[in-house]
């Protein structure tokens, strides 16, 4: 890090923690210059165990890594168009990211903008503005792109997110 400061003073390298990788260091505390991007899969926390066991390990990760970053997994390279329809729970992750210190954000690419389109649609505005109320940003979605039919889309991915806050995300 130090070198590519030297050479490189608005580059920073990236370091994946990622797996066992993701427990917090007790002595080590990485440069300025490494984003630390904690690989993590919001698309579980409607299971609460889950959600408080990862936020715990990301906020003990916080302050060992001055430039923290989120790896988030909205899609599975292996299943790449699933349906996880959770835009409520994806806000209110953006925000809890934030409030631990992550100031990076990057997601698995994807071609599922069809099927997951509310969710990078929520991504963008929550990134832009961590403030942005959540709500607000779903009605936006839904009366732009559906116009007439937008309560009834509204209707739609309300009722795949509350199937999926009833299996728990799919965890049980």
């Known amino acids: 890090a130090r070198k590519v400061k030297k050479t490189h003073p608005n580059k920073r390298l990236l370091a994946l923690l990622y797996s066992t990788y993701r427990t917090p260091p007790r002595k080590l505390k990485l440069d300025e210059y490494v984003i630390g991007q904690f690989c993590i899969m919001g698309h579980l926390f409607y299971n609460e165990q889950i959600r408080q066991r990862e936020l715990d390990l990301l906020t003990g ?88 039919g937008a309560k009834w889309m509204q209707k739609y991915f309300d009722a795949f997110e509350q199937r999926w806050q009833q299996s728990e995300s799919f965890t049980n």
């Open 61 to 148: 990760m916080s302050p060992s890594v001055p430039a923290l970053g989120i790896y988030e997994y909205q899609c599975n390279g292996a299943w790449p168009d699933l349906q996880r329809i959770y835009p409520r729970l994806l806000g209110r992750n953006i925000e809890d990211y934030h409030k631990a210190g992550a100031r990076f954000f990057a997601t698995q690419a994807a071609r599922g903008f069809a099927t997951n389109g509310i969710n990078l649609y929520i991504l963008t505005k929550k990134l832009w503005d961590v403030n942005a109320d959540t709500a607000e940003i779903i009605d936006d979605y839904c009366k732009s792109g559906f116009g007439e």
